[in-house]
């Protein structure tokens, strides 16, 4: 057992009806799951020896195993950008290029404890690179169902590189998820990261306390780009951890960024009714981000996990075009940072008016980008 780490319970976001994990969805209502960590101990959010992820396993659902292949600890770099100061938290570097390795790391180690034979998940290209890759390490199968709609053609011959199973789905990212949830059923372990697996996005939680020990306290902002939005959540219950416990003065607002391609959160956000906008169909365009891309098909309620979070963090959430993506990338190339485009709607997002107003032009809001997603693993991709 890694040490200090938390008990959990499992427990209905909609009736508060309680579940054993693995579980989906509530057995009663059928509402999106969430775990219930014990309160942080005094001292439990210090680093402590375990590599990874585990470095903070104080922070972490109780799990049996510790998998890992180094994630997490990624370097936080300013950027010199606008009148507030603006920081980069490389999760690119991650050991597959992407942030989803501190989710695969937990979920592969939760399979293990489980004895599940496999991972089984949707992926619009990112997760199904980590899930394969931590499946790998694990000695555990996995098995991707990746829609054609994500053109995430170069990042699927990299999870066969480590022995995944793909099958191609035709349509979008929905898609994907309906064939990953009939799989599940069969017993494997589905990692698929929207919040249909809830223990995934307590992964993330560590994040916000990398960022407290870089920055010596909370950052004032944390740009977040989301599909469903777990990331965001994680790292906002991250800083309530944090914050309960007396290690932080502050929780900073969260904003998420969506392409306007695909935007059913950014939509709803606006709206003065989420249900009823999340329940109306979202088109969907072709977008350079196909990595956030989720149009929420047949899970809407998922995103009402993301739209609260926002709420109570003093958020927005904001869109952003194709052109102003690009523009992005092609900065952050420029000062040496190679991300996917979905990551750059992280900067993207610092020129809205609704995110620009987060920090009031006050000189010393402090504000971090999670940059999501490496440029390498979609050469076509990365812009000029
Ligand atoms: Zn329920």
Redesign the pocket.
Known sequence: MTPGQRDYAVR??????TATYPAY???????P?VLDLAALAPGQHRPGAGIGVWRYAGMLPRTGHAVSLGEGGTALVPLSLGPSTVYAKLESLNPSLSFKDRAMALAASAALDLGIEGLVLASSGNAAVSAATYAAAAGLRCRIFCATGSGAWAKLDVARAHGADVEVVEGHYSDAYRHATTAEQAGWLNVTTTYRNPLLAEAYRPLAAELVEQLGGAPDVVVVPIGAGPLLHGVLRGFQDLYAAGATTSIPRMAGVQAAACAPLARAWRSADWRAALSRPVDVAPTAAAAIADALHGYADEGLLTLCAVRDSGGEIVAVDEAAITAAQHELAHRGLLVEPAAATALAALATPAVAALTGADPAARVVLLLTGHGAKEPHRAGE
Request: proline content about 0%.
């Open positions: 209905c976001t909609a009736c508060a009806a969805r509530c057995a009663g209502c059928g509402a799951l």
